[in-house]
């Protein structure tokens, strides 16, 4: 498993660095593991960072750096890092992605206080232009990965599997946003669809339990 402490030790050197916290899968428990070559267990999908500097140049100079020796702690998966240089709370804290953050983060380096001094505090949230452009970018790759002519590493059939799953999911966040009954985690989708009965959510609860299996489980052919 990943060593958090090492994570928080990489950081500590860098004065430029006020707060670093995962966001994503990896602290809502939602990370999905493969079995490399060597019999370990590997994270399979992304792991996202939000950095807070003082200078974002100066850090930007080193995020290769720091990709390299993230590398060597989590293992071979991509690494995102959101890199804010300035407290951003009028632009993000009534966003679905801060509700996300907010619901489920992990801190490595600084504490609450620097998290609410540079993202703010709000229980407000609505679907924003933040949150559209996310979904845009994150889901338009997932969209593209299932493209057929896309036969090549990293594009297999186990990646697009995973992307599959990924899209599913953002379906069912469209649709729970529609009725204002978005949740965060997982679990708490599944029970906020069966709270909306129709035909199509019911149908999304089945596709959604087949969506988290194989996201858990990038290995599983069920989609």
Sequence with gaps: MINERLISSLFKKDSNIIFVAAYGSYPRDESAYIIDENDQLQLFNDFDLVVVVKD????LKKSLDYKAELSKIIGACDIDFLVIDKPISKRLKSTIWFRDFKDSHKIFYGDNSDMNYYFG???????SVFDVYSFFI???WAAGALSPA????PFNKVYKGYQAAKLIIAT???FLIS???YETLLKDKIKA????????????????MLAIKVKKSPLDDSL
């Design 150 to 153: 896309l036969n090549i590493e």
């Design 179 to 181: 009725y204002s009954k």
């Design 121 to 127: 505090t709000s229980n407000n949230y609505s679907i």
């Design 193 to 208: 669809l069966e709270s909306i009965d129709s035909k199509f959510s019911n149908k999304l609860v089945e596709y959604l």
């Design 138 to 140: 994150t889901r338009s």
């Design 56 to 59: 974002n140049e100066l850090f």
């Design 172 to 174: 069912v966040d469209i």
